[in-house]
């Protein structure tokens, strides 16, 4: 079994845009697809993801820690891909002006994206539940933990609310 880890960000804008990173379209993976901003987390970052977000976010778009505001783990999603590689990916939301000059990786072009064009743009259904969530639950302090799977054959996410039970 193959364990991936990943730390990805969702910047927000004053104007209730998304940052994406839109892939080429000869990407190796999502080939033209909207995907949040982030990627692998280091070895030497696997206990703190929030350093590894920062990295990736510096190295997609060009923004430094100081630019960024409230920066904080929201979801941890976890999904299967094949038989044998689980991907758990860190998700944190955070604010940005968007009068911060943002530069594009060689992975692809950073735009802003309205919240209510998602619809029409291409996502994963990963992402699209994930939106779809925090939109239902923006003002929630809560970390969530989501869970890929099918049902009645189409992707849906299970939630729950990651606590501490042991008070």
């Not at 990173?21 to 982030?38: C, I, N, Q």
Request: proline share 4%; net charge negative; with cysteine.
């Amino acid at each position: 079994m193959i364990l991936r880890s990943m730390a990805v960000a969702l910047l927000m804008n004053e104007n209730q845009e998304v940052l994406f990173l839109h892939k080429k379209d000869d990407a190796a993976f999502l080939p033209g697809y909207l995907v949040p901003v982030g990627g692998h987390i280091e070895p030497v970052e696997l206990k703190e993801p929030l350093i590894s977000c920062y990295r990736e976010i510096e190295e997609e778009t060009g923004l430094h820690k100081n630019q960024i505001e409230n920066l904080r783990l929201r979801y941890i999603i976890y999904r299967l891909k094949g038989f044998n590689d689980v991907r758990v990916q860190y998700v944190f939301f955070g604010e940005v002006s968007k009068q911060s000059a943002i530069v594009s990786s060689a992975e692809g072009t950073v735009q802003w994206v309205p919240l209510s064009d998602l619809d029409e743009k291409q996502v994963s259904e990963t992402t699209r539940e994930l939106i779809d969530h925090y939109i239902s639950y923006e003002q929630s302090e809560s970390i969530y933990v989501g869970s890929m799977c099918k049902e009645n054959g189409h992707p849906k996410m299970n939630w729950s609310i990651l606590e501490d039970w042991e008070q």
